[in-house]
DNA sequence: CGCCGCATGTAAGAGGTTACATGATTCG
DNA sequence: CGAATCATGTAACCTCTTACATGCGGCG
């Protein structure tokens, strides 16, 4: 028999169900939500959203109602129900899982013997370019902040979350400098490129 | 029909012909390797492990032998094959895919007037406790690095997926005093630590 | 002798992405 | 009128974790 595990409970449920905090939203409003002001933390896919908010229906943490109001198609609204509400808050109280790492760029570089000096270097400033475009995002949201109609207690929340995408961009910055730095020279000395060279 | 997707193929394959770059291992071996040296950025089950090693050598990528000497139970030591080093060395050219942001403690915070400034403190103080054990392993883990019987160069790339792991964490710590003197400031002028208090 | 660490696996199921499918509306 | 965007969904598939299952060897 299986035993029921709370720990790691569908997270998804309730990044939707905090989305709709603000009022009611369709699932597609839903998906840019997270683009556009939680992409830095999280994400999700229509494929994971529209399932999901039917199970929230059914299970009444949130109620829909079809709109047709300005004149364009019709959209399906949901929002919160109070057990909605209630289900969240609970779930937000409880102490948040450690994140299980998994980084696509250290592997290679962690494997840098094999990849060679070049192959390196050209991942990282692949991802130098990542973050710069990041770092630059983060700055404009920074800016629509403050352009939003919420309390100052909400924006402060959000300019915390916020806060955390930049310093942590800008430290891998730095580090990507240095790690630029170190194998501009380990290329020199090891000759060619490396590995990958030698094909 | 579904095409074809090379770009999300699966990681979990190269990560083990990475890990066995060093000579053979057992799956159990693989698992420590990745407890040991690569915790900071890669994480992988043994219910992962297994299966994939068997995969990997049904596509002759490894080649496994059985090993009793020592005198202690029979392992099953696992090595890599020449197409599987080469197979490695064509993943590790590939451009990394860029991660999708998944980050727990940040949702909450984004909720943060629902999860109310207590809850929110409660959190950070945990988090923060993490990154400190966590930065105290990475200071461990520089040291084991240069007592390993590699190469220069491999020690080079070691410490380099390291140093991404500190300055990370260490940015990750600024912000975490920082959100939390604000929060404390929040609390103070949202009073009884916000709506959970209410209860 | 009982527990812990070593060692190897399998099964079930949750969670998640992508592609497919469909159709309306808007704008150039 | 064609393309992009809005909008809602389903199907197939993959990955990954957890729990289950089993058994040996060493040590206190």
Avoid at 34 to 42: A, D, G, N, P
Avoid at 158 to 164: A, Y
Wanted: glycine share 8%; aromatic share 8%; hydrophobic share 35%.
């Amino acid at each position: 028999m299986y035993l029921e595990d709370m720990s790691r409970e569908n997270r998804t449920r309730y990044a939707l169900l905090g989305a709709l905090l603000h009022g009611e939203k369709s699932g597609y409003d839903l998906k840019k939500e997270f683009e556009h002001r939680m992409s830095h933390f999280w994400a999700e896919s229509l494929g994971q959203i529209y399932p999901t908010l039917h199970r929230l229906r059914s299970e009444k943490l949130v109620a829909r109602r079809s709109d047709r109001s300005g004149g364009s198609r019709a959209r399906t609204l949901y929002r919160l129900t109070t057990a909605g509400r209630r289900a969240l808050s609970d779930w937000l109280a409880e102490s948040p899982a450690p994140e299980s790492a998994r980084n696509e760029l250290l592997l290679k570089l962690f494997f840098g013997p094999e990849l060679g000096a070049s192959g390196a270097i050209e991942h990282l400033e692949g991802y130098q370019d990542r973050l710069i475009d990041q770092r630059r995002l983060f700055d404009a949201m920074a800016g629509e902040i403050d352009a939003q109609a919420v309390s100052a207690e909400q924006r402060a929340y959000w300019h915390l979350t916020l806060l955390s995408g930049q310093e942590v961009t800008d430290a891998r910055l730095r580090w990507c400098r240095k790690a630029l730095r170190t194998l501009r020279h380990l290329g020199a000395s090891t000759g060619r490129g490396g590995r990958r060279a030698e094909r």
